[in-house]
């Protein structure tokens, strides 16, 4: 029999276990069903066993779209996690204006993806877009297969740098000044307090950063989808995109089931490694 201080504890958990169930654990299993079936959406769904998985790992062109995210990864992740450590190295001095400096820098990510995305179609249109203006001559951003990959990452670095910045200045300021001071007054200067006492102990920050940066730059649909729709020559053509495209495109939703599957299997074992890598180098504490 459970004690009163168990029930109780339970009974604070209901709602969260509640919302974990229905939103998460549920919609997984029915994803899992969902590959072994045959789906148009608006007819009768059919059983037809691993076919689903069959087609989707000899396709060629879900091959593409795993290469393209890597490659944005690739791209987006390193890019917007140093810049924004610089960010936050220089946000962390309280200097007048920093708090409204903080504020904009958040603001392309609070901003809707979508909004995003068309208001840079506009900025890099090939004729009247504001760039090619400046430049003088019309350049073909968005459906140039070399440039479109670059440029898709380059939209979600600035959509998402202040997201990192954010969590990097909440690690920087939450490091004791005592410590600083104590660097500083032994004579080290300001790259090797950086160095030997401001990187070590952001390693759980850089933990945070560098997994959800990865899950949600191989997520990225709505910017995609808004500047280049998956074009040209499939270079931009993100898994999330390609899922998209399978399930209200093609009307084939257990190809789509079978892709999003593989997609989590990736993302979970990309985070699993960097656990391993992090788990003996994390330490809030000075050694």
Same mark, same amino acid.
């Given at each position: 029999?459970?004690?009163?201080?168990?029930?109780?504890?339970?009974?604070?958990?209901?709602?969260?276990?509640?919302? =974990?169930?229905?939103?998460? *654990?549920?919609?997984?299993?029915?994803?899992?069903?969902? %590959?072994?079936?045959?789906?148009?959406?608006?007819?009768?769904?059919?059983?037809?066993?691993?076919?689903?998985?069959?087609?989707?790992?000899?396709?060629?062109?879900?091959? %593409?779209?795993?290469?393209?995210?890597?490659? /944005?990864?690739?791209?987006?992740?390193?890019?917007?996690?140093?810049?924004?450590?610089?960010?936050?190295?220089?946000?962390? =001095? #309280?200097?007048?204006?920093?708090?409204? *400096?903080?504020?904009?820098?958040?603001?392309?990510?609070?901003?809707?993806? $979508?909004?995003?995305?068309?208001?840079?179609?506009?900025?890099?249109?090939?004729?009247?877009?504001?760039?090619?203006?400046?430049?003088?001559?019309?350049?073909?951003?968005?459906?140039?297969?070399?440039?479109?990959?670059?440029?898709?990452? &380059?939209?979600?670095?600035? %959509?998402?740098?202040?997201?990192?910045? $954010?969590?990097? @200045?909440?690690?920087?300021?939450?490091?004791?000044?005592?410590?600083?001071? &104590?660097? !500083?007054?032994?004579?080290?200067?300001?790259?090797?307090? /950086? !160095?030997?006492?401001? @990187?070590?102990?952001? !390693?759980?920050?850089?933990?945070?950063?560098?997994?959800?940066?990865?899950?949600?730059?191989?997520?990225?649909? #709505?910017?995609?989808?808004? @500047?280049?729709?998956?074009?040209?020559?499939? +270079? %931009?053509?993100?898994?999330?995109? !390609?899922?998209?495209?399978?399930?209200?495109?093609?009307?084939?939703?257990?190809?789509?089931?079978?892709?999003?599957?593989? $997609?989590?299997?990736?993302? $979970?074992? &990309?985070?699993?490694?960097?656990?391993?890598? /992090? +788990?003996?180098?994390?330490?809030? #504490?000075?050694?």
């Amino acid at each position: 029999m459970a004690s009163p201080d168990t029930r109780v504890g339970y009974a604070l958990l209901a709602p969260s276990l509640f919302g =974990v169930v229905t939103f998460l *654990l549920l919609p997984m299993l029915v994803v899992a069903w969902l %590959t072994l079936h045959r789906w148009d959406l608006l007819g009768p769904i059919e059983y037809v066993g691993l076919r689903n998985w069959r087609s989707v790992l000899t396709d060629a062109s879900f091959g %593409t779209s795993l290469v393209a995210t890597a490659l /944005f990864i690739l791209l987006v992740v390193p890019v917007q996690t140093v810049l924004g450590l610089f960010a936050a190295s220089l946000l962390g =001095v #309280d200097l007048p204006g920093s708090g409204l *400096l903080r504020t904009l820098y958040v603001l392309p990510w609070i901003c809707s993806p $979508l909004a995003i995305g068309v208001l840079w179609k506009w900025i890099l249109a090939p004729t009247d877009g504001a760039f090619s203006t400046v430049l003088g001559h019309p350049v073909e951003w968005l459906t140039d297969p070399s440039l479109a990959l670059p440029i898709v990452s &380059a939209v979600t670095v600035w %959509t998402n740098v202040g997201y990192v910045t $954010l969590f990097f @200045l909440a690690g920087i300021l939450a490091i004791p000044r005592d410590v600083q001071n &104590a660097a !500083r007054t032994d004579g080290a200067n300001s790259w090797q307090r /950086f !160095r030997y006492i401001t @990187l070590p102990m952001l !390693r759980p920050t850089m933990f945070f950063v560098l997994v959800t940066g990865i899950v949600s730059a191989a997520q990225v649909f #709505d910017t995609v989808y808004a @500047l280049t729709g998956g074009g040209p020559e499939g +270079r %931009t053509d993100l898994v999330a995109h !390609r899922i998209y495209a399978e399930a209200f495109g093609a009307a084939a939703v257990g190809r789509a089931a079978v892709m999003a599957l593989v $997609l989590f299997a990736l993302l $979970l074992g &990309a985070t699993l490694l960097q656990h391993v890598y /992090f +788990r003996r180098r994390i330490s809030h #504490d000075l050694v």
